[in-house]
């Protein structure tokens, strides 16, 4: 309807035009300035904003793959060394390479700048030649031998003779731990590294670590012994790293001393020895003694002279990290071996997603040194992060090398397949009982062997789980990470500070330390065990047959039993129940009101005796049906886990 008046037009016209006007005339003004030229400044501000959107993350990642499209390459580098720098695993590289027809087969092969080209070429990168290393001067090494063989049977205490110290003393329960590099001093003037595996068979994963970074192998078989399980297993290391092998048949000393059949079980394992018409030395010992040890240090450097072994000290340096620990006052600290090249205080070294400038070194013997050149191991400060154990060192120009080496690193992982155990935390609202760990151990060849060690279990029944792993001491983080998981903590070779222990009293977390793994393993088992359901069982304390059914008279109507006992007893008490079969069928199950001999209430009644047995209420039991009087028994059920080594 249209207004009559003038005012009420002029409202009419004010309300239905005038959003109209409003939102022709904001159109009009976005026209305009998208049309008008913008400044430089205003435009950056857009795309800084519109970059905001899509996340820093994106676009780090983004310069990051923009940075790998150039990779530096020298001649003489390793198909390991220019793998990580590409920020793929050695093992495509290699695939990758033998595809095309070249030479390298192992990592640890050297290549050209051709080669290197090549391969870049095939994964769409460019190459960036550097004239670092252009005329290597190979020099002999001295020798990194590896000591393997099975549990107590006398490792350490040979190298506690080649380096007159006590070294089996210092472990707990003589046994090796972890690795240990060690130089010895030989009557000549020369030298030789030593490294020490564990024998325990929980430890497979160091001692693999050590036959790939070691020359030649001394697998030590005890006489009295002789071949057992983790000497096939050193043997299996050794031979899948083509290694050279030297075996010392060690304790010849002992009574029960046994060298013939010793020998034919390793002729057995694949190796030939030397009086058989095979190429593998062996010397009988006696490390506890010192029998025949000199001998052995001869054949050691025989073998090593047939290789031809060769390093040089003017190139670039190569390490790879033996082990890995948090220093309390010096931080992240590295065992590392040098391969090539020399490693000097300041030099700036990147190993897997880790990189330092070095700031102090010591030798085996905890001496400082300022270099260290092939074939030697020393202790490496200066590290921005912890280097995990079995990680290739390789020396950079500069910081921001490194840091790029360092992403390059990172982000191979994240692109990877591999899910790190810590990931996976127990929930408490789950059907099947769980048991979350939260680990801790001295130094990260420790963390692993836990980690390996745990891999060997495999019951369904309660599941075992990693929540967190951490290397040091224990810590109140610690605990409440437990806490929240409903899980324990267990350490390795750590101990549980006095300011902790009031957090563990207040949360109520179990937590287990120990520095000897099988006796940490068999208490892990332990929590294992109580968390499992239990079952319950069934005993029968006694049957009885119906003869007679009587009905009481009066106010409690209600059918009797007559009965006499014919197995066992009848007991009357609160944790027994009674069952009345009818064949296989069950009419009741339950509780009795009253058990009565000759009018007198009873608890029980034995064999071959009669009684009277009133349920209560209206029950359709006959003669010839029979009466169960039974208990029921909580069973814990245990976890069939063995970590018994020995």
């Known amino acids: ?16 035009c005038s959003p109209a006007v409003r939102g022709l005339r904001r159109f009009l003004t976005v026209e305009a300035d998208r049309t008008r030229p913008q400044p430089k400044s205003v435009k ?32 003489g580098m390793t198909i390991a060394e220019l793998a990580m720098r590409m920020g793929k695993s050695s093992d495509l590289l290699l695939q990758t390479s033998i595809q095309h027809g070249h030479d390298a087969v192992l990592a640890s092969d050297r290549i050209n700048i051709r080669v290197a080209s090549s391969l870049l070429r095939r994964f769409n990168m460019k190459t960036k030649v550097t004239d670092r290393a252009a005329s290597l001067e190979w020099h002999p090494r001295p020798p990194v031998v590896t000591i393997m063989g099975h549990v107590d049977h006398g490792k350490t205490t040979l190298l506690d003779r080649l ?33 020490d595996t564990p024998g325990h068979a929980l430890f497979s994963s160091l001692r693999e670590r050590g036959a790939n970074v070691t020359d030649v192998v001394v697998l030590v078989v005890a006489a009295d012994d002789g ?34 059949k010793a020998k034919e079980q390793l002729l057995q394992c694949g190796i030939q020895l030397e009086e058989m018409g095979g190429n593998t030395q062996a010397v009988e010992i006696s490390a506890l003694k010192g029998t025949n040890v000199n001998k052995l240090v001869e054949a050691i450097v025989a073998e090593f002279e047939l290789l031809d072994q060769k390093s040089h000290t003017n190139g670039p340096a190569e390490a790879v990290i033996l082990e890995s620990f948090l220093d309390r006052h010096r931080g992240p600290v590295a065992t590392a071996l ?56 390789f020396a950079v120009e500069t910081e921001n090398e490194a840091q790029d080496l360092v992403k390059i690193s990172r982000r191979s992982t994240q692109d990877s397949d591999f899910v790190s155990p810590r990931l996976t935390v127990s929930s408490r609202g789950s059907v099947k009982p769980s048991l979350p760990l939260t680990i801790k151990a001295d130094t990260q060849g420790s963390l692993e062997a836990v980690i390996q060690s745990l891999k060997s279990y495999s019951q369904e029944e309660v599941t075992l ?26 350490g390795f070779n750590v101990k549980l500070p006095k300011s902790v222990s009031t957090s563990v009293k207040k949360q109520q977390i179990p937590v287990i330390t120990h520095n000897v793994i099988y006796h940490l393993l068999a208490l892990i088992k332990d929590q294992l065990n109580s968390r499992m ?114």
């Open 227 to 260: 071949v057992m399980t983790q000497t096939i297993q050193s043997v299996k290391y050794a031979k899948n790293a083509g290694i050279s092998m030297v075996v010392a048949i060690n304790k010849c000393d002992k009574g029960n001393a046994n060298v013939k």
């Open 338 to 393: 040098v391969q090539h090249g020399m490693v000097s205080v300041g030099s700036l070294l990147s190993a897997g997603s880790a990189w330092a400038r070095v700031r102090q070194m010591s030798d085996d013997t905890g001496k400082d040194v300022s270099r260290a050149l092939p074939s030697m191991p020393v202790r490496i400060s200066g590290w921005r992060a912890l280097p995990a154990a079995g990680e290739l060192v």
């Open 465 to 490: 789980k990693v929540a967190m792993t951490g290397l040091g001491n224990i810590s109140d983080s610690d605990i409440e990470m437990a806490a929240s998981s409903d899980g324990i903590v267990v």
């Open 533 to 646: 359901l239990p079952t319950y069982d069934e005993v029968i304390a006694g049957e009885a047959n119906i003869l007679q059914v009587f009905q009481l008279r009066g106010r409690r109507k209600a059918p009797v039993a007559g009965c006499r006992v014919k197995n066992g007893s009848l007991q009357n008490s609160k944790k027994h129940k009674f069952r009345i079969l009818r064949g296989k069928n069950v009419i009741y199950d339950g509780d009795v009101s009253s058990i009565k001999q000759f009018k007198e209430d009873v608890t029980e009644v034995r064999k071959e005796a009669e009684c009277g047995i009133a349920f209560g209420g209206s029950l359709d039991f006959r003669e010839g049906d029979v009466i169960q009087c039974y208990t029921t028994e909580r069973v814990q059920k245990t976890v069939s886990w063995n970590v018994d080594i020995h």
């Open 44 to 75: 950056k501000r857009a795309r800084d904003k519109s970059a905001s959107k899509i996340g820093p993350s994106k676009v780090n990642v983004a310069a990051a793959r923009e940075k790998i499209t150039t990779v530096a390459i020298r001649d």
């Open 163 to 195: 380096r007159q110290t006590s070294v089996a003393a210092q472990e707990p329960g003589g046994i090796t731990q972890h690795i240990g590099a060690f130089r010895v001093q030989l009557e000549d003037g020369g030298e030789v590294t030593f490294i």
């Open 1 to 16: 309807l249209w207004p009559r008046d003038l005012l009420s037009c002029t409202m009419w016209v004010r309300s239905t």
